[in-house]
């Protein structure tokens, strides 16, 4: 594992402390970095101790010699991203604690609005901070329509090639998500019936009981659903599904099938939600429009997916906490007086329980000719126990070793943004309200009802 300076943009944010921070201090616990130096960055002035005393909160079992270690090789600094000389004031501050550490590389993580990139961005090559063998890091969401995402992308490739660019999505660093690109190519009996002769259509599934919970309402209400989640996780997990096999799964040869496979992906249907009392969470306008519910039908138009739809659904305050991609199989021939009641199905669950379960139709013990669902279940977390590492560990580690392909690239973020544009273009009504706990808006049975949708797997 290689060793760096990890210079953290966006320190005293919400983002920083939930997740960053501990992610690194787990990498440090698991001895996965020795040789580092932490660098807090923000632009209001704090004690280092504050940010890491807050950084602890989300943990559950600290070991104090690995915080220690952390907590030593730590400083914060307060910097206007406004001022390019302040960004060399911190090159040479950061080029102190380096010296005589044997440390050579810097990981630069971006956790700050993006309306902050280009000027983080064109500082830290200005001022010589981020070197040719530096990796820079940047957190979602990656703009906010085609053309912010295309402004982004032109002012970080004047400063950085595309190998030193990280865009994170952390859903990508999770393990069951990590598994889908292994299950299709590594196991001889899914590949050949991965094509629209034998799928009858793939749903993906993103859903949450929790609201705003008193945080993130001002930057939700600003995106919605479709911008939030659809335009990175959920279009991410689709083209994971669908991609043709790459030369191998690793890097570029795994972007540049994803990127295919978004090319060919349009809107062709979908309807809006927004949960009862969302407008009067902290942070959202009164009047606010956006969706915190949305239901698609996306379609691949290559030879492959030809007519399978691809149904996509997210919101918040909804019934049940899930994340799932849903391969549902054509049904077989029947051959009984009493037909399988269910197709085959195999569930890719990567929330709440982590599983993969494969549906198969068996003999009814002691009925003749009846037959019924059974499930064949892949638990992860009984065969791998649940120590698995931290999404943003994952991902951390992968920024370390120079290994991309988690991470995505500047086609595939313009194109991701192509499909949700042309959503929000087309479900432009205002979005239906529907109930607390409830499963959507009312528009979601009329839009079952139009595409023959069973979203239960």
């Not at 407008?279 to 030809?306: I, P, Y």
């Not at 054509?330 to 197709?343: F, G, Q, S, V, Y």
Request: proline fraction near 5%; charge should be neutral; aromatic fraction near 8%.
């Amino acid at each position: 594992m290689r060793d760096a300076t990890f210079i953290v943009f966006g320190a005293t944010g919400d983002l920083a402390k939930r997740k960053i921070i501990p992610a690194l201090y787990e990498l440090v616990a698991d001895k996965q970095i020795d040789q580092f130096r932490l660098v807090l960055v923000g632009r209001r002035q704090v004690a280092v101790e504050e940010v890491l005393r807050e950084s602890a909160l989300g943990l559950s079992d600290v070991n104090p010699d690995a915080w220690l270690r952390l907590a030593q090789r730590a400083t914060y600094h307060q910097v206007d991203i406004a001022d390019r000389h302040a960004f060399e004031d911190l090159r040479r501050e950061i080029e102190r604690l380096e010296l005589g550490s044997g440390i050579h590389d810097r990981v630069f993580y971006l956790a700050m609005p993006p309306s902050a990139f280009e000027q983080v961005t064109a500082n830290l090559h200005w001022s010589g901070l981020a070197r040719n063998q530096d990796r820079l890091v940047y957190e979602k969401p990656f703009g906010s329509d085609l053309a912010s995402a295309r402004k982004l992308n032109a002012c970080i490739a004047k400063a950085f090639p595309e190998r030193q660019v990280y865009r994170i999505d952390h859903y990508l660093g999770k393990e069951l998500v990590a598994n889908i690109a292994m299950l299709r190519f590594t196991n001889r009996i899914l590949e050949p019936l991965w094509c629209r002769e034998h799928i009858a259509q793939v749903d993906l599934v993103l859903s949450e009981r929790l609201g705003m919970e008193g945080r993130r309402g001002e930057f939700y209400d600003a995106n919605g659903a479709l911008r939030d989640v659809v335009q990175n996780h959920l279009l991410q997990l689709l083209a994971l599904v669908a991609m043709e096999q790459p030369k191998t799964l690793t890097g570029d040869d795994v972007r540049e099938q994803k990127a295919k496979v978004l090319s060919k992906t349009v809107f062709v249907d979908g309807v809006r939600g927004q949960y009862e009392g969302y407008t009067q969470e902290l942070g959202v306008a009164k009047d606010s429009t956006t969706e915190t519910f949305a239901a698609l039908r996306l379609e691949v138009r290559n030879a492959r997916w030809k007519g399978v739809p691809f149904f996509v659904k997210t919101g918040k305050m909804l019934a049940r906490k899930e994340a799932a991609v849903i391969v549902k199989f054509k049904r077989t021939p029947c051959l009984l007086a009493a037909c399988p009641e269910k197709p085959n199905e195999l569930v890719i669950r990567i929330q709440p329980e982590p599983r993969v379960s494969l549906v198969l139709n068996a003999k009814t013990p002691g009925r003749e000719g009846m037959v019924q669902p059974v499930e064949l279940v892949f638990d992860h977390e009984y065969v791998f126990g649940s120590n698995t590492p931290d999404a943003y560990e994952a991902l951390i580690v992968d920024a370390l070793r120079g290994e991309q392909g988690l991470f995505v690239r500047a086609d595939e973020v313009e194109l991701a943004w192509k499909v949700v544009d042309a959503a929000r273009a087309k479900l432009s009504d205002p979005p239906g309200i529907y109930a607390r706990g409830s499963e959507g808006p009312a528009g979601l049975l009329a839009f079952e009802k139009r595409h023959q949708v069973r979203w239960d797997p």
